[in-house]
Structures are given as structure tokens and as C-alpha cells.
């Protein structure tokens, strides 16, 4: 058994950790005996069907500002088809921050200007300016039923269906009609603050506004990605020793 | 008049917070008399002598401010430093308000990256060290480009006999302005000192740098060198109950990272590692940093280490990033609460020493435990 995962601009998205989410992947499957092999897609990288059809798992970090925008010219041009082919025929995948707000509509920023998002997820993303506060602190949310639910959702794992992060992001998101959340907000802003959703949960996709690294302290969304790349039950893989993690986990829906 | 007033009022204000423990007594004083005058620092009663010199980046600002601060002091000057580290707006203005400004030869601030702009709205300094920027509480700050672009701004403004000094390595730094000097992290001078590590090489010779061409000449510099002591929390020492503990402040990756080199100085056999991590508001409250951390050099350096202790409130964090990366984690030794790991559980190891990795509000709460006080 071998999870293929392509990850995307490894080197321009590595702000607040979100790197981590791949060491964690790669960790969990170690340790269960699963192969990983994990590809990197950069600036430099040509994508093509026959990659992509290798892929089990696609990831996409955040990233500052001028690399995103280095990042944008790339992802638009040259391999926005390929990831919305992969997307839209149920490849599994973690979107987390900008890159989040990039798979959208649009992207209004502070000062008005408009990025076309790739369309991919429906919805859209608005920075109200600069004299909004961000939405930044300690996350608790619920995931919805459509992920736990899901047959390669683990539900003996002792963390429930709870969610646990840190955002710090300026857009507010608004998904469309048609579109799922990810989790719905216990405490903190989520998507905007709002309407109490947090993230998008489209086809296989997950896109969401936690960091911490957001596979940290919630090894049951790890390794719901992991049997639903491998296409395997929950039952599919071994149990790990997570007491340290629950701990960590308890201790971070109790944060203010 | 409003000059005097300023001292006056900073004067009161930091007697009373210090004798009722509100705070560490330079935020509240220099905050009031802002909020009066908020043009306090162009004042023209602030200038000292012979000038400011203005040490900003992410690491090492204290290390090279004290570096600066030794040296010109064995060279016969008089010189103010905010040693406490109160490097925001309000504790500058009570530093300098707190001190006889005019007697002053050389004022040497250590400036938070962030401030550091603001506070050359109104002061033209001598010289500025620019030490580096990485990452460090980006839920306050934001990202470093933006940090970079503000800086960049403030400098251009500037007379062009301000010296800025900057680390060699980084591309970013190049070009800030026009009179711009380099130093780099080659270790000559390191093994002069009680410091370690390639990091505090750079310190040294920025500092160095910085000094010779304000006229100190070399020999004195090196003499200085040699009975440098480490600052606060910065490769400190302190004795305590039959143990050495070695303090070296970790609040970023890259300071983590490079303490973690520190560990092949110390033998596996006789050290414990602590590390503690707290995410109180001078922290930031997220602490998805630790997962910048190189994991191979967490692997490489630190699994061999038996003896590791975690603690501080976010010790759960830490355990687990440490497990991810290849650790192994006694529960026993994994507890928040810093007392009891110092009284109770340290205790039982027999080793001599310990490697305190602590993040910033951890370090004074720590440094409260074993000397009774927070910071000097």
C-alpha cells in the first residue's frame, strides 16, 4: 500500500506551520507501514493528466503576501485545469488559508483590488479593509456530518467530531447556496464571523482557515484523509497510541 | 516645561507600579505620557551626547544591545540601555525619560521590529543594527515582508549619515539605503567570549562592527569581549539545588533551531533538556511556529536526550510536535505546571545539568522560580 501525496509550493506557502500537516501525514502512515511518496509541485514543476492520476492527495498551504502572488501567476496559468479535473472527480484534498481563498470566486483585498479565484470551490472572499480586525485567535468547531459520517471517518478514535486550531486571517469568506461547510464554529470567527460556518467541504476537498498545523491536534481528520485517499473503511488503519495528542487536543477546546 | 512634566509624571508612575508589581514598571509610565504628549521623543530635551544607536531584528537584539552597551562602557562612555528588554514605544519613552538623558553619552536602545519605524518618525540615530527578520508572532505582526517594507520606508527618510549595519546573508537587507555595512557570522571573536553559537558570532560582530567605527579602537573592543556576560535568559546560568541550569531563550524557529545546536556542547549522559512553552499575550497566542521547526534537526540533536522535560502551559503542543518528529515522550516528564518540574520531578534525574529552552514569558516566570525576581 503507498499514499502518493503531491504537494503543492512546499517552498512560497510555509507560513504558520501549515508545512507540518505533511510531516504528520507522512508520520501517521509510517507508522502503520504505508508507503509515501511525497511529490513536490512548484514553480518549475509541468504538470500533466498522467501525474495527477498518480496523486491519492493533494496539498496547499498559505503563504506572505509576495509569495502568494508569485504562487497566483503560477497556479492560474499553468496548473489551475489539472487541479480542477482532480478536484471535480473526487481526488482527496486539504486547502488551508490563502490557498483556501484562492480556490474561490474571488478574492476582494484590503484595498479593493479584485483576484480572480480559481472557481473551483463557490464561494468568495472579501477583506472589509484595513481598519476591520483580523480574525485571529483559538479555534473549537464541530465538522459537519457530511465528513463524519463518511465511511473512512474514524469513530472510535476518542476525539469525536470536535476540531481544534488557530486562525489569523483578514478576508471574510462567504460560501454559496449550494456549497457545505467544513465544521461548524464553537468558539472563534471561522469563515466570517458570522453565519457560524467555518471552511468548505466540497466533493473530497476540504478547505479550511485553521492552522496549528489544523492535522496536529485532530489525528482523526489525518487519518479521515488518509483511509479516504486510500480509498480504505476506517477500519483500514491500525489504531495509534494518540493519548498525547487527546491531551494536547482537550486542553486546546478549553483556549480563550 | 512639559519636558519636566514628562519626568515628573514617568517618575511617579514607575515608583508606584513597581512598588504595587503592576507590570515591569517601564510600560505604564512611558503609556501615560504618550498619550499627553504624544510627540514626546522629538522633544529636543531627549538628545544625549553623542547619540542613538538602534539595534532592531528578530533575534539577538538584547545579546547585541548588551554587547554594544559593555564595550563603549570599558571604553569610558556613559551609556543608557533599556536592558529589561521593554523595547515597545511606551518602555522606550520611560527609559530614556527615567534617565538624566543629557549626561548621557550614547543611548543604545534595543527596538522591536515592529516600533522600530515609529520611533524614527522622531529620533535620527547614529546608527541602526538590522540583526535579521524571521518569523516570530505573526498574530500580532503579520508577515515579515511587511515588517521589511515598513522599515524600508522609515530608512529612506532618514539623513544620510545614519550607518546602518546588516547581516551579510540576507538578501533582503541589501539595499535598505545607501551607506549600508555588513557583517557575517565568521568566529574569531566568538571564542573571546562565554557565548556559543554561529548566531551569537553575528552578534558579536555586529557589534564589533558598529563600535570601531565610532572610534573604539580593537584592543579595547576584544578586552570587552572577554569580560562580556550573557544576558538575561540568553545563555545564563544559574545554580540551583545542586544543578546548572543553562538558559537560552527559544520564542521563534530560528531560535529554537539554533539552540538546538547548542546541544553538542552538553552531554547526553549528564543534561536534561527543558523546554518550555508558554502562550501567554508577549508569546503570541498561537504557537503553530513549532512546527517550523526542522524536524530533522529535532531527530538529530535532541532525540538522544533521555532526560527531556516539557513544560508551560502549551507543554501538550510541544510533546506531541516532539513525538511527530522522532522523540520519544515520557508523559512523567510532560507537566504545565513549572514548579512542580523543578521541585518534584527534575529532582530525581542525576544529571548536573539542564538546557532550559524556554519561550519568553516562560523565561521570567522560570527565572521567578529559581532567583525570586523576573528580569535583572
Known sequence: ?256 | MRFALSKFIVLIIFNLSTRLGIGSGYVWPGHVVLKLFPSILSFKQLQCRKGYILISGTNGKTTTAKLITHILEQSGYKVLNNKTGANLLNGLVTTILLADIGSVDYCVLEIDEFTLPRFLEYIDPKAIALLNLSRDQLDRYGETDIVLDRWQQSIRKLPPSVRIYADSAEPRFKTLSADMHFFDDSSERLSLTSLKGSFNAKNINAATKLVQDLGIPLTGILSSLDSFESAYGRGEQIDFFNKKYHLYLAKNPASFTHNLDLLEHFSPDNTDVLIILNDNIPDGRDVSWIYDIDPTAIKDKLAMFNGLYISGTRCYDMAVRLQYAGCSIDMSKVNPLIGEVVRQVLPKSKAEHVLVLPNYSAMLDFRKLLLGRKIL
Open chain 1, 1 to 256: 500500500m503507498k499514499l502518493r501525496i503531491g504537494y503543492f509550493y512546499k517552498d512560497l506557502l510555509n507560513l504558520y506551520g501549515d508545512n507540518g500537516n505533511v510531516e504528520i501525514l507522512v508520520s501517521r502512515c509510517k507508522k502503520r507501514n504505508i508507503d509515501v511518496d511525497v511529490y513536490e509541485v512548484g514553480l518549475e514543476t509541468k504538470l500533466n493528466k498522467f501525474f495527477m492520476s498518480g496523486i491519492d492527495l493533494v496539498f496547499m498551504g498559505g503563504g506572505p503576501d509576495s509569495s502568494q502572488k508569485e504562487m497566483y501567476k503560477d497556479l492560474t496559468t499553468s496548473k489551475a485545469s489539472f487541479l480542477r479535473d482532480y478536484i471535480i472527480s473526487g481526488g482527496v484534498s486539504l486547502f488551508v488559508c490563502g490557498s483556501y481563498q484562492l480556490l474561490g470566486h474571488y478574492y476582494k483585498s484590503a484595498d479593493g483590488s479584485t483576484l480572480q479565484g480559481l472557481g473551483i470551490f463557490d464561494l468568495s472572499t472579501e477583506h472589509p479593509g484595513n481598519s476591520a480586525a483580523r480574525c485571529v485567535g483559538n479555534v473549537v468547531c464541530t465538522m459537519s456530518s457530511t465528513i463524519t459520517g463518511d465511511p473512512s471517518f474514524p469513530h472510535e478514535s476518542g476525539f469525536g467530531g470536535s476540531l481544534v486550531g488557530f486562525e489569523n486571517h483578514g478576508g471574510r469568506t462567504n460560501l454559496g447556496t449550494k456549497s457545505s461547510e467544513f465544521a461548524v464554529i464553537r468558539r472563534g470567527f471561522g469563515n466570517n464571523g458570522k453565519d457560524g460556518t467555518e471552511g468548505i467541504h466540497f466533493m473530497n476537498s476540504i478547505g479550511t482557515y485553521l492552522h496549528g498545523p489544523v492535522l496536529s491536534k485532530n489525528p482523526h481528520l489525518a487519518d479521515f484523509l488518509i483511509a479516504k485517499s486510500l480509498e480504505l473503511p476506517a477500519s483500514g488503519l491500525a489504531k495509534l497510541d494518540d493519548g498525547l495528542i487527546l491531551n494536547a487536543h482537550n486542553i486546546a477546546l478549553d483556549l480563550n
